[in-house]
Nanobody
Framework: QAQLVESGGGLVQAGGSLRLSCTYS??????MGWFRQASGKEREFAAV????????RYSYLVKGRFTISRDNAKSTVFLQMDSLKPEDTAVYYC?????????????WGQGTQVTVSS
């Protein structure tokens, strides 16, 4: 399993932007994902990206506002979040799949808090 460390969370006003980063401890290009969990709610999918970066998928809740990308040379995955809304407030978790081209997540980071004020 990969070790994952997220960073980049914080407090931002509605309409603002944040960029989350997730560094993983492997040279293998796992498929990666971002998930989020709001207080009192279950964890939900936000975005995923294949090992090559050629395939990306988004939740309808964030599509058009969030962009997932990766830099395999730096073993880092990013989530650019624009036009943030108060309902985006959550702990955001980075996850790594067992494979490069299939989304079967078995490693998770500790999470980073994102708070969007109205």
């Amino acid at each position: 399993q990969a070790q994952l460390v997220e960073s980049g969370g914080g407090l931002v006003q509605a309409g603002g932007s944040l960029r989350l980063s997730c560094t993983y401890s492997s040279r293998f290009a796992y498929a990666m994902g971002w998930f989020r969990q709001a207080s009192g709610k279950e964890r939900e999918f936000a975005a995923v990206i294949s090992g090559s970066g050629n395939d990306t998928r988004y939740s309808y809740l964030v599509k058009g506002r969030f962009t997932i990308s990766r830099d395999n040379a730096k073993s880092t995955v990013f989530l650019q979040m624009d036009s943030l809304k108060p309902e985006d407030t959550a702990v955001y978790y980075c996850a790594a799949s067992r494979y490069s081209d299939a989304y079967d997540f078995d490693s998770w980071g500790q999470g980073t808090q994102v708070t969007v004020s109205s």
